[in-house]
């Protein structure tokens, strides 16, 4: 899981006096070329969307685990950039491009979150904005705003 390994100097803590305030969470995620923030954080509440590539914005080979395993490790890494944890997530979302993935990715995602588990969704879609990805996380985490 240990994928980001320049973690604690590349995130950083925003000032959260004013809890309605929205702010992005910094982190090392590739830098998207879309008019998006990988995660923010307001009212106590950081919404992230999560998806399958490398540092480099490339979707990770693999098939659906590897997939799974990279958006996974990309949630943990975003949490942490927000002094939060896998035990803070209160929702996943989790988008699929085919029924037949399910069973792995919950194997995967049981790897990762243990009892009590976040609420979950899971979808099955057409298809997602890259074409050859194959999962997609959409994840709602509480933060502490006592940073």
Not at 106 to 133: D, S
């Amino acid at each position: 899981m240990a994928v980001f390994t320049t973690l604690k100097q590349s995130c950083y803590k925003v000032d959260v006096n004013m809890k309605t305030q929205s702010y992005p969470v910094q982190t090392e995620l590739f830098a998207s070329k879309a008019p998006l923030e990988w995660a923010i954080v307001n009212n106590g509440t950081l919404y992230t969307a999560q998806i399958p590539i490398d540092q480099t914005g490339v979707v990770v080979d693999g098939g659906i685990e590897a997939q799974t395993r990279r958006t996974l490790d990309n949630l943990v890494h975003t949490l942490e950039c927000a002094g939060e944890s896998l035990n803070s997530v209160l929702q996943v979302l989790i988008y699929v491009t085919d029924r037949e993935y399910l069973a792995t990715v919950n194997k995967v995602y049981a790897e990762y979150f243990k009892a009590p588990y976040p609420n979950r969704a899971a979808i099955v879609v057409a298809g997602l904005a890259r074409e050859e990805m194959l999962v997609e996380l959409v994840v709602y985490a509480a933060v502490n705003a006592e940073l």
